[in-house]
């Protein structure tokens, strides 16, 4: 037993990590009326953890070559032990972050964190949220099947619509002319390396942003009451606050284990949910398989593409709405956070919401 | 930052821009030349597009021959255009593929009669409109064209059974196919009985059809019982899965007691 407390003292005397567990975890504070809506950061990195996971295990199996793609996956499904349940982890597992990191955007708009001064947190959670969708569009392509083919033709040719580089942008991304074997491998790199390095990089920004400037507190409440940061750097001190560890950990364990039981729900109980008939047959270029829709994060840019009477028309709109969203701190520079406080806000952000989904149900339909 | 974050928005306009020009089948010249006529010359394309073979991606060319690619040579004899064949002719024409149908039917009481104006394939199964080989293709309005129903209806009931036991199974397989299940090879082998099988129906022979059933659905039990494995695994893993989700769903109401006590605790 002495030998163990010898390399924690050489340990901590080096490095002195017990300061540092103490700072961030027992004496680290966070306002006293924080709720369940800031557990959403903590469940996005568990669900990425698993995505991470499940993937390298996938990608043991994996075959990236459009001879090989669909059958790899049919065998990981069929024949690796407990290959099916990395698929569809993995699978699924891409659609609950989606649902997640909206939920998480909602709530960070609706008690108006996004504020000064957290502008940089807010836009590293954005590009975090694009690079997210990045990553869907280049995971639907790996299995080769007849959804991926398509549903990737039908994404990629949209850029065609940008007017002088348009043709030549299509080019780039599928490596060609139509969606092939040079598309599937750079598609691939990027799945695999570069956009889980970018996402890595911008997780551990975003945490860092967080960290440093401190947990913004809920704007609900008798005792709250809008203020005006400082010019300087200035880190939101909760005095009188409730420590990170272990009380807002365990608040973070339950909503990650109701994520988690609504995500394996679907996994064991409805794991076609997210999958098409399309999905389960091999990609075949001369087949156009009928009624391809895009996912359902993206029905609601395909079916504004759709509204407007010209595809850059519909880009240009959909390119605006999400600079908007982008530099929605720099924006909405007002102190106050209280969304009844807000009616203009409010109302935009409701209506904002009803259309996202009321366009998504007529893109499903259409 | 600023060039980041425009690079970041131009990608995701990209990505996020699904269109729904989505690249049309291209068609075959057959098809745009016949399309665009009127009449009887229209018609064999439109009554195409609801056939069996349409479905299969079963095209004019793959029985006409000819060219499908070249307006000019698409009918010339020397690139295979066979045409339209005279009426003995059809079993051949269509035996080219249907090989195990076409040595049935021509030793049936249809085929021996053929030359004299005995039923043959498009007679039951349509010329363009091609219907799918099923025992609803036997009944007493169609077959009453041409003799009594009795012997036919004898048939049809010594194949219902049989032919009930293929769709269920291929009902099961779709499903299983939905959850990603390979079910290719057993697809396989159940489309090669449905053929030998409907290829037995075309004798004509009640008994013959009788006398073969047994063997039939013997097979038919075999894939049934592959199908139950595959289920019964399906099962237990739901049984798993439940039993993961109770844990989930238990440990998110003991952290959320915990932390009602730390709350409390945080209070004073």
Known sequence: MNWKKQVIDFIETRLGIRDILEQNLTKYLLPRNINAWYTLGAVLLTLFMIQFATGILLLIYYVPNPAEAFQSVERIMNEVPFGWLMRTLHAVGANIIIIALLLHMLSVMFMASYKRPRELTWLSGFIILNLAFALCLTGYLLPWSQLSFWATTVATDAAGAIPLIGDDLVRFLRGGSMVNEATLGRFFALHVMGMPLMLGLLIGFHLFCVRRAGISRAPFGPDYQPREHPDHFEHEEHHDGIPFFPNYVIKDTAVICFFLAFFLAIVFFAPNLFFPESAFEPADPFVTPPGIKPEWYFLWAYQALKIFPSEIIGLGVQGAFMTFLALLPFIDRGAERRPFKRPLFLTCYALGILLFVGISIWGHYS | ?268
């Open chain 2, 1 to 268: 930052m600023i060039r980041l974050f425009v690079s970041v928005i131009v990608f995701s306009l990209l990505v996020l821009a699904a269109v729904d020009s989505a690249l049309a089948q291209e068609e075959t010249v057959c098809i745009q030349c016949h399309t665009g006529q009127s009449g009887s010359l229209a018609t064999p394309v439109e009554e195409w597009r609801q056939s069996i073979h349409a479905a299969n991606g079963v095209s004019c060319h793959g029985c006409h021959g000819g060219d499908p690619t070249d307006f000019a040579m698409a009918m010339s004899p020397d690139r295979g255009f066979i045409g339209a064949p005279d009426y003995a002719s059809v079993p051949d024409f269509c035996g080219r593929c249907h090989v195990g149908v076409r040595q049935n039917y021509g030793e049936s009481a249809h085929g021996q009669a053929v030359e004299d104006g005995g039923a043959q394939c498009v007679v039951c199964h349509n010329a363009h409109a091609v219907k799918k080989a099923e025992i609803s293709l036997i009944n007493e309005e169609d077959c009453s064209r041409c003799h009594e129903y009795g012997r036919a209806g004898e048939i049809k009931a010594a194949m219902v059974e049989t032919e009930q036991m293929i769709g269920s199974v291929e009902q099961n397989l779709d499903r299983l196919h939905q959850l990603g299940i390979a079910t290719d090879q057993i697809e396989g082998g159940l489309f090669d009985l449905r053929n030998r099988y409907h290829s037995l129906f075309h004798s004509v022979d009640v008994e013959k059809v009788r006398s073969e059933t047994d063997g039939f659905q013997g097979e038919l039990q075999e894939i049934t019982q592959g199908i139950s494995d595959i289920d019964s695994q399906l099962a237990q893993r739901k049984i798993w899965g439940g039993a993961a989700v109770a844990l989930l769903l238990f440990g998110g109401i003991v952290s959320m007691l915990i932390r009602r006590t730390y709350h409390d605790e945080a209070g004073h």
